[in-house]
């Protein structure tokens, strides 16, 4: 999938941005701060291994400060550091901006680093749903987004935070259709999300490290 900046005209770049994996996770309580870690950085594995596996994308770009970054562009990534170092819409915002530096109307997607149940097949299914030039999708809680993209060409306008799935759609992106898309709805921030995402299938980086765990804390 990966090749040379701008070697493509066609396909998808997807933006994933990686917060400090050593603050991440700290709503998964009763796990060690250690444990949290190896999940964010395996949860980003997963994600990262599913967009380079996915053949309607042509560049997996992560934008991250944290020492994790060799790892994710071992498996393919092109990592940039966040310049802006202010909050994850300016990550994005930023890493955009380099992206059609290179590729002027590249259609660009972003991707939450916190999806460990997620496809390519998942990522495939949502980029290819609907002709609509700017969509998200709306994570399973109801209020938040896991992704957002803006087709060829498109105004780049990222609003995540609290009530993202809102402000999305405030700004005229069109919500996509749920259905056969809960892999890629599935972000995991508490225990009850781990579990849940145990339950439908985790990538195998988050695999091993669950495999680690005591037993009275397996899911």
């Not at 009763?30 to 967009?51: M, Y």
């Not at 400060?65 to 819409?89: M, R, Y």
């Not at 009530?163 to 809960?182: I, K, N, P």
């Amino acid at each position: 999938m990966q090749s040379s900046p701008g070697a493509h005209l066609d396909g998808w770049t997807l933006i994933v941005p990686v917060k400090q994996t050593t603050l991440a996770k700290s709503r998964l309580t009763g796990l060690e701060a250690d444990v949290r870690r190896r999940l964010a950085v395996a949860f980003a594995q997963d994600v990262v291994s599913a967009a380079v596996a996915c053949h309607d994308v042509v560049r997996v770009v992560v934008v991250t400060n944290d020492p994790v970054a060799p790892v994710l562009s071992e498996l393919g990534a092109e990592v940039i550091p966040d310049v802006p170092d202010a909050g994850l819409n300016a990550a994005l915002t930023y890493a955009a901006e380099r992206v059609r530096e290179d590729r002027r109307d590249a259609p660009i997607a972003a991707l939450s680093s916190d999806l460990p149940t997620v496809r390519a097949s998942d990522l495939s299914r949502a980029l290819t749903a609907t002709p609509e030039p700017r969509w998200f999708v709306a994570d399973l809680a109801g209020f938040g987004t896991t992704m957002l993209a803006a087709s060829r060409g498109q105004q780049w306008a990222p609003k995540f935070g609290p009530g993202s799935r809102a402000a999305h759609a405030s700004d005229g992106m069109v919500e996509l259709d749920a259905a056969d898309l809960d892999r890629l709805r599935r972000d995991v921030d508490t225990p009850d999300d781990l579990a849940d995402a145990y339950r439908r299938g985790v990538g195998v980086w988050t695999a091993d490290v669950l495999a680690t765990l005591d037993t009275s804390l397996r899911l």
